[in-house]
């Protein structure tokens, strides 16, 4: 049977780790802000920021970039730059759409809540505001919309909805089950219900009940049911089996695809890898191939990291190339990456809420290694 | 051959595939097909036609083999193995004409290629890559207007001004600059780059301008025609412009807020309107069949339409299935439809099964079956048994198949008997196909329920030994499963 596979190189480099710094720079910075590549991505731009700011702290790389001056002028820095552009996406609904004048959606408010807890910059902004936008998208059913007018359902948009609420620090008081008289609030409960539904024959998880199961929404369904503390309540044994068969063999290196049958790609890599750490199983796949797999896709001329050997790079995969490399243990100069929120893990430590703080920082811990 | 009378053809061999007598077309009318593919640079089909033949058609046929290997060596874009393989065979009657064409347009393929790509190559490389010989080769080249230097066998090539046409086909979204995944890094030049930067700056511009212009013209209660028309336009290049489908969708609802409020009832108008966003999102389809924004927002304006047209739909989710059958967003779609309007059970399981039998390689298939309450009394779960398990003999090395059967066996329903006649089966599979690990796994999955004796324990743990051999990467899971004993 013809099957089609990556072209795979002769030679692996090791981790090209300055070279990314280079390339991360070169992408984060507002004079990059006139490249095509950046202009035509405007209707996800929240999320490539999130993307570019939390590779360069894991390369510890943020502080610097952040005080160098905008558009090479003396008058702001980067930072306020990039804080002028959030508040500008920060809409009267209370959610952030993707960029200025773009709408509010589920996925934009989880990244711009991100870049403000990276940045610490949260009291910027009323969380409490953001918190009752993201409670008017739980529907009946426990699910999450991706808007508050148009009901797109998205077991992604359940992640996004309490990995936000969690980070604001304001999953527990926004908890219907713990104060059912609160007129604001999602049900913890039916979020899970909804999510488990989503479980299909294979332990895996799709975008709704009936969907194919699909590495990205595991991560995204496993990452509700961690910070729910709901974990209990699947197949683990069954599910960590799909994900480790999501490891291919071709020659040395050792890549991830998102689903059967399919071609490997860095960005499985981190959501089949955080999934199997949030499960406890990380030692389910061979990690010498994969980390082989990841730094072949590293661009040796322009740093970065694509999809696949040979193949362009962008931040999206240099974000995740990167994290997922810090999570096989293979990279000691990066920053420990937090798996449920692809944040630096001393970004997520800092977070107050004492109800599942400890959960998270004990389960962390019984996973290491 | 003129475009209409390949549609025709196209057309013609399909339905007689569809229509065959038992499922089986001539060799005739595969092989044509199979060719006509090539010649639409169809590779996708062509892929999936393979695998419908029969391996008794494959045997008796070998010419359908030799379509086969320059389909094969299209896939891997081995020009110098295209060549080869279309001119070292003598075709019959029934292809040689198909396959002089597919030959004519690799070659003008390779050419345009290089003409994008290139400001310099060498003769040798472009040899190879039009299967020309090098002086017949230097020969077109200059009849091109290209440049060929004598001495050092280099030809600079003259990229020519081209129009974008709307439709690219999956090979073309080389360029496809908003989709993050499967960009091959090509190298180009100063001049490359100029030119490049020139049309971006052209796209850039009319995506500036249409976002500024839409977004001061928007409002709750009346709207823009030309915004409008301006939107479909950007959405057209750009369906992930999520803001844009919003807006769209006000547009729609001011429409049917009208209609309500009109005195003379027009039913006809609202009915075009919603008719004119069906077109669009088809369009947008057709060039980004993955895109969420227009999956959902097709969704929602039949959610709105007066008079929608179910059955178009579902020939619709039918046709995306077929170009490609993993489409999750169209399995997606269709579940919807099918929950909308309420299709009987027992048509889907009847799909379902034509759509394993089409291809057993199809997790998708196995998923969609998975999901219709299928083993819910012991004839479904034996026939299901029985399905699984001829696509797993039949191709083992698929792994969609093997899932599906992990799932079936873990049913309470299934006997001992059934088991016991499976172990068989799988023991004498495996003679076959020794480094086949999904069988060894299979067995481990039988022998693994219920109370486990001593003499099963000992075959789990050989099993899981011969598994870690057979497939290093998952020793982890294995030495874990070897753990409970």
Redesign the interface.
């Known amino acids: 049977?013809?099957k089609?596979d990556i072209f795979y190189p002769d030679t692996v480099p090791i981790l090209l780790y300055n070279k990314h710094i280079e390339y991360l720079k070169h992408v984060s910075c507002s004079s990059y802000g006139n490249s095509?590549?950046f202009?035509?991505?405007?209707?996800?731009r929240m999320s490539g920021i999130y993307w570019c700011l939390t590779a360069l702290d894991i390369t510890h790389s943020l502080k610097e970039f952040l005080q160098k001056p905008a558009n090479n002028s003396d008058s702001i820095s980067e930072e306020e730059r990039i804080v002028n552009f959030l508040l500008q996406c920060y809409n009267p609904d209370g959610g952030f759409?993707?960029a200025v004048?773009?709408?509010s959606?589920m996925l934009y408010t989880l990244s711009a809540v991100q870049i403000l807890v990276l940045l610490r910059k949260l009291d910027l902004v009323d969380k409490h505001k953001i918190a009752r936008f993201i409670s008017t998208l739980q529907q009946v059913d426990g699910s999450f919309a991706g808007?508050n007018?148009?009901?797109?359902i998205?077991s992604r948009f359940s992640f996004c909805a309490i990995a936000c609420l969690y980070l604001l620090s304001l999953l527990d008081a926004f908890d219907l089950q713990k104060h059912p008289s609160s007129p604001f609030g999602i049900d913890t409960n039916k979020a899970v219900d909804f999510v488990l539904k989503c479980q299909?024959?294979?332990g895996g998880f799709?975008?709704?009940p009936?969907?194919?199961?699909?590495a990205g929404q595991v991560y995204c369904c496993i990452g509700v049911l961690t910070i729910t503390r709901a974990l209990h309540k699947i197949d683990t044994d069954l599910l960590?089996?799909?994900l480790?068969?999501r490891?291919l063999?071709s020659g040395r290196l050792?890549g991830l695809n998102g689903?059967?049958?399919?071609l490997p790609?860095v960005c499985y890599c981190w959501w089949v890898l955080s999934s199997l750490k949030m499960l406890g199983?990380l030692?389910?796949?061979?990690k010498e191939?994969l980390i082989f797999y990841i730094r072949a896709c590293q661009?040796p001329e322009t740093g970065g990291i694509?999809?696949?050997p040979?193949?362009?790079c962008?931040p999206?995969?240099t974000l995740f190339g990167l994290a997922g490399l810090q999570l096989l243990g293979a990279a000691s100069e990066l920053q420990e990456i937090n798996a449920v929120f692809c944040l630096p893990q001393y970004v997520v430590d800092a977070i107050e809420e004492d109800c599942c703080l400890d959960q998270l920082r004990a389960h962390r811990d019984k996973n290491a290694k | 051959m003129v475009s209409s009378d390949i549609i025709k053809l196209t057309e013609d061999l399909e339905k007689q595939e569809l229509e065959a007598q038992n499922g089986i077309a001539t060799p005739q009318v595969y092989e044509q097909l199979l060719a006509i593919y090539l010649y639409e640079n169809d590779l996708c089909n062509a892929k999936y036609l393979w695998k419908r033949i029969p391996a008794s058609v494959k045997a008796s046929t070998p010419e359908l083999t030799n379509v086969w290997t320059v389909a094969q060596n299209m896939w891997k874009r081995d020009f110098p193995g295209i060549y080869k393989a279309l001119n070292s065979v003598t075709w019959s009657d029934s292809v040689a004409n198909i396959m002089k064409q597919v030959q004519d347009r690799v070659r003008s393929r390779s050419v345009d290629l290089i003409a994008q790509a290139y400001s310099s190559i060498t003769l040798d490389t472009v040899s190879a890559m039009t299967g020309l010989p090098p002086d017949i080769c230097a020969a077109a080249c200059v009849e091109r207007g290209w440049q060929v230097e004598a001495d050092t066998r280099m030809v600079h090539p003259v990229r020519p001004i081209s129009e974008t046409s709307g439709q690219t086909s999956s090979e073309d979204q080389l360029y496809k600059l908003t989709d993050f995944h499967g960009r091959i890094k090509v190298r180009t030049t100063e001049e490359q780059n100029l030119q490049k930067h020139k049309e971006q700056q052209k796209k850039l511009t009319a995506y500036r301008m249409g976002m500024k212009q839409i977004l001061a013209t928007r409002d709750a209660d009346s709207y823009n025609k030309d915004s409008l028309a301006l939107s479909a336009q950007l959405l057209t290049i750009n369906p992930d412009i999520y803001t844009l489908w919003n807006y769209r969708k006000e547009v729609v609802l001011i429409e049917i807020k009208k209609s309500y409020q009109d005195e003379v009832a027009d039913d006809q108008k609202l009915i075009h309107f919603f008719e004119e966003e069906l077109r669009l999102t088809e369009q947008c389809l057709l060039s980004n069949p993955k895109s969420y924004g227009s999956w959902h927002h097709r969704y929602w304006i039949l959610n709105h339409h007066t008079k929608p047209n179910w059955q178009r739909e579902f020939d619709l989710c039918n046709k995306y299935v077929s170009l490609d059958d993993r489409n999750f967003h169209c399995w997606d779609f269709r579940r919807l439809i099918v929950n909308k309007i309420g299709i009987s059970l027992a048509d889907e399981i009847a799909f379902s099964t034509e759509r394993i039998n089409i291809n057993f390689s199809n997790y998708s298939s196995w998923h969609y079956r998975s999901t219709l309450q299928i083993l819910n009394d012991e004839n479904s779960v034996a026939n299901d048994l029985i399905l699984v398990q001829n696509a797993v003999f039949t191709d083992p090395i698929d792994t969609s198949a093997w899932f599906y059967l992990r799932w079936v066996l873990s049913h309470p329903g299934i006997t001992k008997i059934q088991k016991e006649d499976l172990l068989n089966a799988l023991e004498q599979l495996q003679e076959l196909e020794p480094e086949c690990k999904w069988i060894i796994m299979a067995k481990c999955w039988l022998v693994k329920q219920g109370n486990l004796e001593k003499d099963a324990i000992c075959r789990l743990k050989r099993y899981y030994t011969e598994l870690i051999k057979l497939d290093p990467l998952r020793e982890g899971h294995y030495k874990d499963c070897f753990k409970v004993f």
């Open positions: 049977m013809e089609k095509y590549d202009k035509s991505t405007e209707s996800i759409g993707a004048g773009h709408d959606h808007d007018k148009y009901s797109e998205d299909n024959f294979d799709g975008t709704v009936g969907s194919e199961s699909h960590a089996w799909w480790c068969e490891q063999p050792g689903r059967p049958e399919k790609d199983r030692h389910w796949i061979n191939a661009d694509s999809d696949r040979g193949d362009c962008d999206f995969h």
